[in-house]
């Protein structure tokens, strides 16, 4: 993911169209600020996860926090890479596309880690069969967010949602999925909280926390309750440097 957004800033940053750099038009700084929010959640969540698994030998609490977010994970940066692909091969256009261009190998691979290893209902399975096996997992990965309760109400919305939505998902697997995704984009919330600047955690909780109005499906779909084109500018050039 981050390796495709690094594509994308390096070709919109340095192909001139319409008077300038395609990375300053504001649709594409729009598109561009999006991917970059979902690569730095993805990327903290996966570190975040990492550092468990490192303590887990030693340190039962990260033993359990591994147990549900390893899998929570793999299920949601795994699925959502596909996507960042396919929005940073719009970005170059069909030079994209190219066996030449890397975007092309990247662009080919990217679904392969959400099978590999287990499909995505797979993931969410085992989610749900090791919070049934040991609520202390479930309670570890809540016990962990609930340290930063109180900093947003969109955050604290979010956790209390994420809560309801595993009691729901343990009585009955049809809600294993949206559950796993609501742990994912909670440990990704946390992350951000604890590790980015206000304007991601600001634009990711206005559009990812949940219920808002402020995302469409699509990169590029910043709504005026998430941010308007200066932070989203700031954002994209916050990734060109990072």
Known sequence: MRQCLTLALNHTTTRNAFGGPIAQRPMMTSVLADMAVEVEAATLMALRIAKATDDMGRVEQEACFARVATPAAKYFNCGRAP?????ALQCHGGNGF?????????????????????????????????????????????????????QDARFDRLLQFTKDLTRKAIDDEFYAR???????RLLQASELLRHSIPAVV?????????????????????????????????????????
């Open 83 to 87: 996507s960042i692909a396919n929005e």
């Open 98 to 150: 190219i066996e030449e261009n890397p975007m092309a190998r990247l662009f080919r691979e990217s679904p392969l880690n959400s099978v590999w290893e287990g499909t995505a209902n797979m993931m969410c399975m085992d989610v749900r069969r090791a919070i049934a096996r040991d609520p202390r997992t479930a309670d570890v990965v809540f016990s962990d967010a609930e340290a930063l309760a109180g």
């Open 178 to 184: 949206p559950m796993t995704e609501a742990v994912a």
């Open 202 to 242: 600001d634009v990711f909780l206005a559009t990812r926390a949940g219920g808002s109005e402020a995302w469409g499906v699509h990169y590029g779909t910043l709504g005026p309750q998430a941010c308007d084109v200066s932070v989203a500018k700031a954002i994209m050039e916050r990734a060109i440097v990072a």
